[in-house]
């Protein structure tokens, strides 16, 4: 019904910089709080940034001043620009989204397929 399909990871080299990019599609009527999860080996996914519908942020203290997250309501898409990257911003980022079908009553809380984001020299 509702897919979030990612773009925009890759490797990059210790300060560089990448835009990742989601993109909901299918039965939708709005979203509201859309956001980006990142999961490294061995560790716990974790809230990296989130954006209300309004365009209300909030950030993990390890991403404040180098990353920004913004979205684009009229193509439903989530953005998060990621600059002065580290070696330990190397995860899988996965976008969420809560998101409303187009029937106005159900809806659900979807996740990308992930996109991996590699910081090494």
């Known amino acids: 019904q509702v897919q979030l399909v990612e773009s925009g990871g890759g490797l990059v080299q210790p300060g560089g910089s990448l835009r990742l990019s989601c993109a909901a599609s299918?039965?939708?009527?709005?979203?509201?709080?859309m956001g980006w999860y990142r999961q490294a080996p061995g560790k716990q996914r974790e809230l990296v940034a989130a954006?209300?519908?309004?365009?209300?942020?909030n950030y993990a203290d390890s991403v404040k001043g180098r990353f920004t997250i913004s979205r684009d309501n009229a193509k439903n898409t989530v953005y998060l620009q990621m600059n002065s990257l580290k070696p330990e911003d190397t995860a899988v980022y996965y976008c969420?989204?809560?998101?409303?079908?187009?029937?106005?009553?159900?809806?659900?809380?979807?996740w990308g397929q992930g996109t991996q984001v590699t910081v090494s020299s």
């Open positions: 954006i209300t519908s309004e365009g209300s942020t």
């Open positions: 969420n989204a809560i998101i409303v079908h187009s029937d106005g009553r159900s809806g659900g809380d979807y």
């Open positions: 299918g039965s939708i009527f709005t979203i509201y709080n």
